[in-house]
């Protein structure tokens, strides 16, 4: 099978959340290809939805190492923040959010992680302000709507996925 077969197998299987068979698919499609941001993108993603963060985010980290247009590495950039703010590293996702939203800064998603990781290192003022400016971004956001689906999820994840909800729902986030 070619690269762009497996890449494009690993991103589908990543998106329907099969993730026992994107972490095979795309282990092979950067066994041929290993600066495929997007294989790498997309292993990481199924990791952090098996709860294995500590993977996740060496992943992250991993594509974050290649030479790459910024117009791609926002998405690593906002993973590793993820990775970290479910790992608890909050000062360390702080760094690698921030640097997602100056590439990027309308998608309102790393907004929300940031808002939980100032909430959590006790910087509340922050915190709300992050979470207005990803509402004002995704309009119509609640807690219930903003999540990836939970379909073959590991429960370890969404423990995780609960934590950051409650925490979004004390700064305002309408539950849904």
Known sequence: MSANVLGTYCRFLAATNAFSEALVACARDLDLNPWDGGALFNLGLTQIQLGRFEDALSTFQRADRFNTPDVSRWTW??????????????????????????????????????????????RTADAKNALAQALKLRPGSTASNISLPAEN???????KRQEISNILIELGLPPG
């Open 77 to 122: 950039l906002l993973g590793a923040g993820w990775a970290n703010v479910m790992l608890g590293r909050d000062e360390e996702a702080l760094t690698w959010l921030q640097r997602a939203i100056a590439i990027t800064p309308g998608t309102g998603r790393a907004h929300m992680l940031l808002a939980v990781a100032y909430q959590r290192l006790g």
């Open 153 to 159: 999820v590991s429960q370890i994840y969404l423990d």
